[in-house]
C-alpha cells in the first residue's frame, strides 16, 4: 500500500475559532498523529494564501492526504476539494474536521473545547487514511424547465426562462394563472393596481411560444436528479374543450348553479361553470364537477340540466356556440422531461376564525385582508364601493395587525408584508370614506423597503389615527349609547397605557402569510425541506436562498417565507438565472459518494428499494438482485444501513472509515 | 367508576355546600363514586398564593402527595382548586429551587411528591370520561324549553391546553343541550365575575358582575350555570348589590351545573340544596321539579 503523507491545516476563522479554541496547540498536537508529516494552523485557510499553504505542501512535503480543520463542509468542502485538485490529488483524498459549528461557536470553555478540536482533528486524521480516490461524474442537462405555481412568482420565472429560448412548463393548479396578486386592489407603496401591472404578464406567459400553460393541473411525482428529472403531471378535467372554448362567458350566464366564489373570497358568488374572474388566463372556462347539477346527476345514472351545453330552448336562449362543453372529459396524465425545476406555490392565508376573540365568523363585518382587497377592488363584489355587509357605508373601520402572526399560540414569525398593507387599506378608506376614522391597531410598524417609509409618513400626514397596541377583543356588546350596534375593539393603548374601547363598523384583519396546507405533500414531491415555521428550507439562509437541498430544484416568492412582490419577483428572476446557468453549461457534476451493491452478496430482498429517498435503486430482474443508479444516488445511505446481508457500500463512507473515525475521536 | 375527590372549602361545608352535594348526588347516577381525598387542606387559594405563594404551593403540593396514594386523577368541582392544585403541579415542574423548598415541607411531614398527579376538573370528567350520551341516557326529565347561558368563568378554561377552548369553551354548553335545555348565546361565558376582589375592591367585582348578568339576560338566559362556587357566590350573593349600585332589576337565579343537572336527573331537593341558593331558581324550575 502507498506510504501516508497526511497534512492538517487548523484555522482561526479569524476569531471565530481562535477565541474558544488554542489552535497552535491543536496543530502542535496533530503532528504527533499517525502518519502526519505537516500540521500548521492559519488564520483563514479558505483564502488564497491559505489554499497556497495546502497547494505547496502537497507538491514539496508529497503530500497524499489533506485534513483541515475550520468550518462546517457545507460551504467550504468544494473550495478545499478545488485545491486538492489544483496540486494534482484526487479531490476525495480530502477531509474536514468541523471545529467551528460543532466546536468553537456552541462551547465557552477553552480547555475543552481545544481538547474537544484535537479529538475532532484526530478522528479527521484516521478517517481521510483509509479514503479512496473516486471521481466525479458528468450528466447532461435537459433545457426544459417546470415551474410549479402560477403567481407573480411563477409567471416572472417563467418568462425569464422562456425568453431566453428554453422550454418552460408552467403548471397552475387553479383554473387561472395570477395567484393571490390577481386578487389584490392597489399595490403599496406605489399604489399601482395590481391588475395593471400583473395583466399584462399573465397574457405574456399565457401567448408565450415557449411557455406551456398547464393551468388546472398537479404535479404528481417528480423522479430523477439534477439536469434530468422525469415529471408526471395531472391535467385535471375541466370538462371544457380548451381548443374550441373562446371564453366568451354565455356559459355562465345561463348556467343556474351559484356558489360562493373563491376568488371572491366568499363575497361574491360564481357558477358551477365559470371563468375566477374576467382577465383569467387561459380565457378559458372551467366545470366545477362538485356543484354542476348535470355531473352531479350523472353520478346517479341520471342526464340533467345540460344548460350550459344544449342552452334553454324553449325561451330560445342558446347554449355554448361552439360545442366546447365536453362532460365526458377525464383527468389526463402528462410525463415531462426538465433538467430544473422552479417550486412557486405561494401561501395562504392565516384563517382568523381560530382567534375566536376576534369575532371573524360569527360577527358580521370583521373581514380579513384578502376580503377587504375584493371589497376595495373595482372588479370585486361592491364594484369597489367600501360597504359594509348592511349595504350602508362604514363611519369607522379599525386595522388590526399581526393576526396570527408575531404569535406564540399560532405564528411566531413576521409576516412581513401586514404593515404595508395595512397601511394600503388605510390609504384606499381615507380616499373613499374622507369622513370615516381610520385606526390601526399595531405592534410595530414595519416598514422596511424602497419608499416604505415615506408611505408611512404620508399615511400620518392623510390622518389615520394609530394606536400602539395588540387587540384584545372584539365585540358587539354594547355598553354605552355610542357603542349600539358597532363592533367594538377593545385595546390597551401602549404609547398611553391606557385601556380603550373604540366602536366601528368594519374590522379588518390582517391576517399572517403562512404555508399552503399542502406544502408536506409538495415537500415529498419535490425533495425538499421545511423550517421551523413551515416554509420550504433554501439551500443557505443568506448565500443561497433560492436553491434547496435538491440540487436543480429552486424555491421562489412566498412558498420560502412571507415577503412582498419586490422580493418575491427578484427571487423568481434569481431561480430563472440559476436554471439558465445551468443549462448553457450543457452538464453538471455529481456527487461520487454513492452506494454500490456487491451482486455476490445481493439476496435480492428488495428492502432498499423500498426505503431509497431518491427512487435510485431498481431491480434487475435477470439476476435477481438491486441495483444502484449512481447518476440517481445522493449517497445518504440508508440502504447501506438497511442491507441485511451487507451488501451495499457507501463510497466515502465505508465502514473502515468511518470506524476509523470514531477510534479517533475515542482516542 | 371510583374517582379520589377534592371538594375544596366552599363546597363541603363552605357557602356552596350544595355544589358539595350535588355533584355527589348527580356523580352516583353516573355510576361515579367521588371517594373524598382524607386528610385534605386548603388547595392553596388564589388570593393566598399572592400573599405568601411558597406556603401556598406547600398546602397545594400536600393534597397532591395525598393524592398520589390514591390513583392518578384528583377531582375537583372548584374552579380555584382546580387552577391552584395544576399550577403547583407546572411549579415543581418548572423551578427545581421551589420544588426543593417543598419537598422538604412534605418530608417534614412524611411525604413525597412527584408531579404525577394529574388534576381534573369535574366538567372535564363529566363530559369527556363519562360523556354527553351518557348523561342524557340518565335524564328523566327533560329540560326543554329552558334557556341557559352557561357561564364557565375565567379560571377553569384557563392557561389554555386545558381541556376546553380558553376565549369559546363549548363543554358546558353541549352538556346543557345533552340535558334537554338551550344553551343561549353567551359571549361573555369565559370572564372574570370579580373574584375575591369583592372583598378588596367591591366596585370593580360588582361592575364585572353586572357586566356577566346583563349580557345573560340580554341573551335570554332564565338562569346561569356556573362550575364555580366564587362565581356562584358572586353573581348570587351579590346580585342585589349590583341592582342597588348600577339602579337594575336583575333577577337571575344563579345555579351550579350539578343542580340542573340533579333536576334533570330527577333528584330531589335533599341532595340539590335549592334552599340555599338566594336568588330563588323556584319560579324558572317550576315545571322540571
Same mark, same amino acid.
Given at each position: 500500500?502507498?506510504?501516508?503523507?497526511?497534512?492538517?491545516?487548523?484555522?482561526?476563522?479569524?476569531?471565530?475559532?481562535?477565541?474558544?479554541?488554542?489552535?497552535?496547540?491543536?496543530?502542535?498536537?496533530?503532528?504527533?498523529?499517525?502518519?502526519?508529516?505537516?500540521?500548521?494552523?492559519?488564520?483563514?485557510?479558505?483564502?488564497?494564501?491559505?489554499?497556497?499553504?495546502?497547494?505547496?505542501?502537497?507538491?514539496?512535503?508529497?503530500?497524499?492526504?489533506?485534513?483541515?480543520?475550520?468550518?462546517?463542509?457545507?460551504?467550504?468542502?468544494?473550495?478545499?476539494?478545488?485545491?486538492?485538485?489544483?496540486?494534482?490529488?484526487?479531490?476525495?483524498?480530502?477531509?474536514?474536521?468541523?471545529?467551528?459549528?460543532?466546536?468553537?461557536?456552541?462551547?465557552?470553555?477553552?480547555?475543552?473545547?481545544?481538547?474537544?478540536?484535537?479529538?475532532?482533528?484526530?478522528?479527521?486524521?484516521?478517517?481521510?487514511?483509509?479514503?479512496?480516490?473516486?471521481?466525479?461524474?458528468?450528466?447532461?442537462?435537459?433545457?426544459?424547465?417546470?415551474?410549479?405555481?402560477?403567481?407573480?412568482?411563477?409567471?416572472?420565472?417563467?418568462?425569464?426562462?422562456?425568453?431566453?429560448?428554453?422550454?418552460?412548463?408552467?403548471?397552475?393548479?387553479?383554473?387561472?394563472?395570477?395567484?393571490?396578486?390577481?386578487?389584490?386592489?392597489?399595490?403599496?407603496?406605489?399604489?399601482?393596481?395590481?391588475?395593471?401591472?400583473?395583466?399584462?404578464?399573465?397574457?405574456?406567459?399565457?401567448?408565450?411560444?415557449?411557455?406551456?400553460?398547464?393551468?388546472?393541473?398537479?404535479?404528481?411525482?417528480?423522479?430523477?436528479?439534477?439536469?434530468?428529472?422525469?415529471?408526471?403531471?395531472?391535467?385535471?378535467?375541466?370538462?371544457?374543450?380548451?381548443?374550441?372554448?373562446?371564453?366568451?362567458?354565455?356559459?355562465?350566464?345561463?348556467?343556474?348553479?351559484?356558489?360562493?366564489?373563491?376568488?371572491?373570497?366568499?363575497?361574491?358568488?360564481?357558477?358551477?361553470?365559470?371563468?375566477? #374572474?374576467?382577465?383569467?388566463?387561459?380565457?378559458?372556462?372551467?366545470?366545477?364537477?362538485?356543484?354542476?347539477?348535470?355531473?352531479?346527476?350523472?353520478?346517479?345514472?341520471?342526464?340533467?340540466?345540460?344548460?350550459?351545453?344544449?342552452?334553454?330552448?324553449?325561451?330560445?336562449?342558446?347554449?355554448?356556440?361552439?360545442?366546447?362543453?365536453?362532460?365526458?372529459?377525464?383527468?389526463?396524465?402528462?410525463?415531462?422531461?426538465?433538467?430544473?425545476?422552479?417550486?412557486?406555490?405561494?401561501?395562504?392565508?392565516?384563517?382568523?376564525?381560530?382567534?375566536?376573540?376576534?369575532?371573524?365568523?360569527?360577527?358580521?363585518?370583521?373581514?380579513?385582508?384578502?376580503?377587504?382587497?375584493?371589497?376595495?377592488?373595482?372588479?370585486?363584489?361592491?364594484?369597489?364601493?367600501?360597504?359594509?355587509?348592511?349595504?350602508?357605508?362604514?363611519?369607522?373601520?379599525?386595522?388590526?395587525?399581526?393576526?396570527?402572526?408575531?404569535?406564540?399560540?399560532?405564528?411566531?414569525?413576521?409576516?412581513?408584508?401586514?404593515?404595508?398593507?395595512?397601511?394600503?387599506?388605510?390609504?384606499?378608506?381615507?380616499?373613499?370614506?374622507?369622513?370615516?376614522?381610520?385606526?390601526?391597531?399595531?405592534?410595530?410598524?414595519?416598514?422596511?423597503?424602497?419608499?416604505?417609509?415615506? #408611505?408611512?409618513?404620508?399615511?400620518?400626514?392623510?390622518?389615520?389615527?394609530?394606536?400602539?397596541?395588540?387587540?384584545?377583543?372584539?365585540?358587539?356588546?354594547?355598553?354605552?349609547?355610542?357603542?349600539?350596534?358597532?363592533?367594538?375593539?377593545?385595546?390597551?393603548?401602549?404609547?398611553?397605557?391606557?385601556?380603550?374601547?373604540?366602536?366601528?363598523?368594519?374590522?379588518?384583519?390582517?391576517?399572517?402569510?403562512?404555508?399552503?396546507?399542502?406544502?408536506?405533500?409538495?415537500?415529498?414531491? #419535490?425533495?425538499?425541506?421545511?423550517?421551523?415555521?413551515?416554509?420550504?428550507?433554501?439551500?443557505?439562509?443568506?448565500?443561497?436562498?433560492?436553491?434547496?437541498?435538491?440540487?436543480?430544484?429552486?424555491?421562489?416568492?412566498?412558498?420560502?417565507?412571507?415577503?412582498?412582490?419586490?422580493?418575491?419577483?427578484?427571487?423568481?428572476?434569481?431561480?430563472?438565472?440559476?436554471?439558465?446557468?445551468?443549462?448553457?453549461?450543457?452538464?453538471?457534476?455529481?456527487?461520487?459518494?454513492?452506494?454500490?451493491?456487491?451482486?455476490?452478496?445481493?439476496?435480492?430482498?428488495?428492502?432498499?428499494?423500498?426505503?431509497?429517498? #431518491?427512487?435510485?435503486?431498481?431491480?434487475?430482474?435477470?439476476?435477481?438482485?438491486?441495483?444502484?443508479?449512481?447518476?440517481?444516488?445522493?449517497?445518504?445511505?440508508?440502504?447501506?444501513?438497511?442491507?441485511?446481508?451487507?451488501?451495499?457500500?457507501?463510497?466515502?463512507?465505508?465502514?473502515?472509515?468511518?470506524?476509523?473515525?470514531?477510534?479517533?475521536?475515542?482516542? | 367508576?371510583?374517582?379520589?375527590?377534592?371538594?375544596?372549602?366552599?363546597?363541603?361545608?363552605?357557602?356552596?355546600?350544595?355544589?358539595?352535594?350535588?355533584?355527589?348526588?348527580?356523580?352516583?347516577?353516573?355510576?361515579?363514586?367521588?371517594?373524598?381525598?382524607?386528610?385534605?387542606?386548603?388547595?392553596?387559594?388564589?388570593?393566598?398564593?399572592?400573599?405568601?405563594?411558597?406556603?401556598?404551593?406547600? &398546602?397545594?403540593?400536600?393534597? &397532591?402527595?395525598?393524592?398520589?396514594?390514591?390513583?392518578?386523577?384528583?377531582?375537583?368541582?372548584?374552579?380555584?382548586?382546580?387552577?391552584?392544585?395544576?399550577?403547583?403541579?407546572?411549579?415543581?415542574?418548572?423551578?427545581?429551587?421551589?420544588?426543593?423548598?417543598?419537598?422538604?415541607?412534605?418530608?417534614?411531614?412524611? &411525604?413525597?411528591?412527584?408531579?404525577?398527579?394529574?388534576?381534573?376538573?369535574?366538567?372535564?370528567?363529566?363530559?369527556?370520561?363519562?360523556?354527553?350520551?351518557?348523561?342524557?341516557?340518565?335524564?328523566?326529565?327533560?329540560?326543554?324549553?329552558?334557556?341557559?347561558?352557561?357561564?364557565?368563568?375565567?379560571?377553569?378554561?384557563?392557561?389554555?391546553?386545558?381541556?376546553?377552548?380558553?376565549?369559546?369553551?363549548?363543554?358546558?354548553?353541549?352538556?346543557?343541550?345533552?340535558?334537554?335545555?338551550?344553551?343561549?348565546?353567551?359571549?361573555?361565558?369565559?370572564?372574570?365575575?370579580?373574584?375575591?376582589?369583592?372583598?378588596?375592591?367591591?366596585?370593580?367585582?360588582?361592575?364585572?358582575?353586572?357586566?356577566?348578568?346583563?349580557?345573560?339576560?340580554?341573551?335570554?338566559?332564565?338562569?346561569?350555570?356556573?362550575?364555580?362556587?366564587?362565581?356562584?357566590?358572586?353573581?348570587?350573593?351579590?346580585?342585589?348589590?349590583?341592582?342597588?349600585?348600577?339602579?337594575?332589576?336583575?333577577?337571575?337565579?344563579?345555579?351550579?351545573?350539578?343542580?340542573?343537572?340533579?333536576?334533570?336527573?330527577?333528584?330531589?331537593?335533599?341532595? &340539590?340544596?335549592?334552599?340555599?341558593?338566594?336568588?330563588?331558581?323556584?319560579?324558572?324550575?317550576?315545571?322540571?321539579?
Amino acid at each position: 500500500m502507498e506510504e501516508r503523507r497526511i497534512g492538517v491545516y487548523v484555522c482561526h476563522c479569524g476569531s471565530n475559532i481562535a477565541d474558544t479554541v488554542d489552535c497552535a496547540q491543536v496543530a502542535e498536537y496533530a503532528k504527533d498523529l499517525p502518519n502526519v508529516v505537516v500540521s500548521r494552523d492559519y488564520k483563514y485557510m479558505c483564502s488564497e494564501p491559505g489554499q497556497n499553504l495546502i497547494k505547496d505542501d502537497i507538491k514539496q512535503n508529497k503530500l497524499n492526504r489533506v485534513v483541515v480543520a475550520s468550518c462546517s463542509p457545507r460551504m467550504h468542502e468544494p473550495t478545499f476539494r478545488r485545491a486538492l485538485q489544483d496540486a494534482g490529488l484526487n479531490q476525495y483524498f480530502f477531509e474536514m474536521a468541523n471545529i467551528r459549528e460543532h466546536c468553537s461557536w456552541v462551547h465557552t470553555d477553552r480547555a475543552a473545547a481545544t481538547q474537544k478540536a484535537k479529538a475532532l482533528v484526530s478522528a479527521a486524521v484516521r478517517r481521510v487514511y483509509h479514503h479512496e480516490p473516486l471521481e466525479a461524474r458528468e450528466v447532461p442537462v435537459n433545457p426544459n424547465v417546470l415551474v410549479m405555481g402560477g403567481g407573480v412568482a411563477g409567471i416572472q420565472a417563467a418568462i425569464e426562462v422562456a425568453d431566453s429560448g428554453n422550454l418552460v412548463y408552467l403548471v397552475e393548479k387553479e383554473p387561472s394563472i395570477g395567484g393571490h396578486m390577481a386578487m389584490f386592489d392597489k399595490t403599496f407603496p406605489t399604489l399601482d393596481c395590481a391588475a395593471c401591472i400583473l395583466t399584462p404578464k399573465m397574457t405574456i406567459a399565457g401567448q408565450h411560444p415557449n411557455i406551456k400553460l398547464l393551468s388546472y393541473s398537479e404535479v404528481e411525482d417528480v423522479s430523477g436528479y439534477i439536469g434530468n428529472f422525469k415529471v408526471r403531471i395531472k391535467k385535471k378535467a375541466r370538462f371544457i374543450d380548451e381548443d374550441k372554448c373562446t371564453g366568451c362567458g354565455r356559459c355562465q350566464e345561463i348556467c343556474p348553479t351559484k356558489v360562493a366564489s373563491e376568488f371572491e373570497q366568499g363575497l361574491g358568488q360564481r357558477k358551477a361553470v365559470y371563468k375566477p #374572474f374576467p382577465q383569467a388566463v387561459p380565457n378559458k372556462v372551467v366545470i366545477d364537477a362538485v356543484n354542476c347539477r348535470h355531473l352531479k346527476g350523472r353520478a346517479q345514472g341520471k342526464d340533467i340540466c345540460r344548460i350550459c351545453q344544449k342552452g334553454i330552448p324553449n325561451k330560445s336562449i342558446a347554449g355554448c356556440e361552439t360545442g366546447a362543453i365536453n362532460f365526458d372529459q377525464k383527468d389526463e396524465i402528462l410525463e415531462v422531461d426538465v433538467g430544473n425545476i422552479i417550486v412557486a406555490t405561494g401561501f395562504q392565508q392565516f384563517d382568523p376564525s381560530v382567534i375566536y376573540q376576534y369575532g371573524y365568523g360569527h360577527l358580521p363585518n370583521v373581514v380579513t385582508g384578502l376580503q377587504f382587497e375584493r371589497i376595495s377592488n373595482a372588479s370585486g363584489p361592491t364594484n369597489g364601493e367600501i360597504l359594509l355587509a348592511s349595504g350602508k357605508k362604514p363611519e369607522a373601520v379599525a386595522i388590526l395587525h399581526c393576526v396570527g402572526s408575531r404569535d406564540a399560540n399560532y405564528h411566531k414569525y413576521c409576516s412581513r408584508v401586514c404593515c404595508m398593507y395595512s397601511l394600503k387599506y388605510s390609504h384606499l378608506l381615507r380616499e373613499k370614506l374622507p369622513d370615516a376614522d381610520v385606526y390601526q391597531l399595531y405592534i410595530d410598524m414595519r416598514c422596511a423597503g424602497s419608499g416604505y417609509e415615506e #408611505f408611512y409618513e404620508r399615511l400620518q400626514e392623510e390622518g389615520v389615527n394609530f394606536i400602539r397596541g395588540r387587540a384584545g377583543e372584539i365585540t358587539d356588546t354594547a355598553e354605552s349609547p355610542e357603542e349600539k350596534d358597532k363592533l367594538i375593539v377593545l385595546v390597551e393603548d401602549t404609547l398611553v397605557r391606557r385601556k380603550r374601547r373604540l366602536p366601528v363598523d368594519m374590522v379588518i384583519l390582517s391576517c399572517a402569510l403562512k404555508p399552503r396546507a399542502d406544502t408536506e405533500k409538495m415537500a415529498r414531491t #419535490f425533495g425538499l425541506s421545511r423550517k421551523a415555521d413551515g416554509f420550504f428550507l433554501e439551500k443557505h439562509p443568506k448565500l443561497d436562498p433560492v436553491a434547496t437541498v435538491t440540487d436543480g430544484v429552486f424555491i421562489v416568492g412566498c412558498c420560502q417565507g412571507p415577503k412582498d412582490i419586490p422580493d418575491t419577483v427578484a427571487q423568481a428572476s434569481a431561480a430563472a438565472a440559476r436554471a439558465l446557468a445551468l443549462i448553457s453549461k450543457g452538464k453538471v457534476e455529481i456527487e461520487a459518494a454513492t452506494a454500490t451493491i456487491d451482486e455476490e452478496h445481493c439476496a435480492g430482498c428488495k428492502v432498499c428499494i423500498e426505503l431509497c429517498p #431518491f427512487k435510485a435503486i431498481s431491480y434487475d430482474e435477470t439476476k435477481k438482485v438491486s441495483r444502484v443508479n449512481e447518476a440517481v444516488c445522493k449517497g445518504c445511505g440508508v440502504c447501506v444501513a438497511a442491507c441485511p446481508s451487507g451488501a451495499i457500500k457507501g463510497k466515502h463512507f465505508t465502514d473502515e472509515q468511518i470506524m476509523s473515525e470514531i477510534e479517533g475521536v475515542l482516542v | 367508576m371510583k374517582a379520589s375527590y377534592f371538594p375544596g372549602c366552599s363546597s363541603s361545608e363552605g357557602g356552596a355546600k350544595a355544589y358539595g352535594s350535588s355533584s355527589q348526588a348527580v356523580s352516583k347516577v353516573l355510576d361515579t363514586e367521588l371517594v373524598e381525598l382524607e386528610d385534605w387542606n386548603c388547595c392553596g387559594s388564589t388570593p393566598y398564593s399572592s400573599f405568601d405563594e411558597l406556603t401556598s404551593l406547600a &398546602l397545594s403540593a400536600r393534597n &397532591l402527595a395525598l393524592a398520589k396514594k390514591k390513583g392518578k386523577d384528583l377531582v375537583t368541582p372548584c374552579s380555584s382548586c382546580y387552577v391552584m392544585l395544576n399550577r403547583t403541579n407546572a411549579y415543581l415542574k418548572q423551578y427545581p429551587k421551589v420544588k426543593a423548598q417543598v419537598d422538604e415541607a412534605l418530608a417534614a411531614g412524611g &411525604l413525597r411528591y412527584n408531579g404525577t398527579v394529574r388534576v381534573r376538573h369535574l366538567l372535564d370528567v363529566f363530559v369527556n370520561d363519562i360523556g354527553y350520551d351518557a348523561i342524557t341516557a340518565k335524564v328523566k326529565k327533560n329540560l326543554a324549553g329552558l334557556k341557559v347561558a352557561a357561564y364557565y368563568g375565567c379560571q377553569v378554561v384557563r392557561p389554555k391546553f386545558g381541556f376546553d377552548h380558553p376565549e369559546n369553551p363549548q363543554s358546558l354548553d353541549k352538556l346543557i343541550e345533552s340535558l334537554g335545555g338551550e344553551a343561549v348565546s353567551f359571549p361573555l361565558k369565559s370572564r372574570c365575575c370579580g373574584g375575591s376582589l369583592v372583598i378588596s375592591e367591591e366596585n370593580i367585582a360588582l361592575d364585572l358582575s353586572r357586566k356577566l348578568l346583563d349580557s345573560a339576560r340580554s341573551n335570554g338566559a332564565e338562569c346561569i350555570a356556573t362550575v364555580c362556587p366564587l362565581c356562584q357566590t358572586n353573581l348570587d350573593v351579590y346580585q342585589s348589590r349590583v341592582n342597588k349600585k348600577f339602579n337594575t332589576d336583575f333577577k337571575i337565579p344563579i345555579l351550579f351545573f350539578t343542580q340542573l343537572m340533579g333536576i334533570a336527573f330527577g333528584l330531589g331537593e335533599k341532595e &340539590l340544596g335549592f334552599k340555599t341558593n338566594i336568588v330563588s331558581a323556584g319560579k324558572v324550575l317550576a315545571k322540571y321539579a
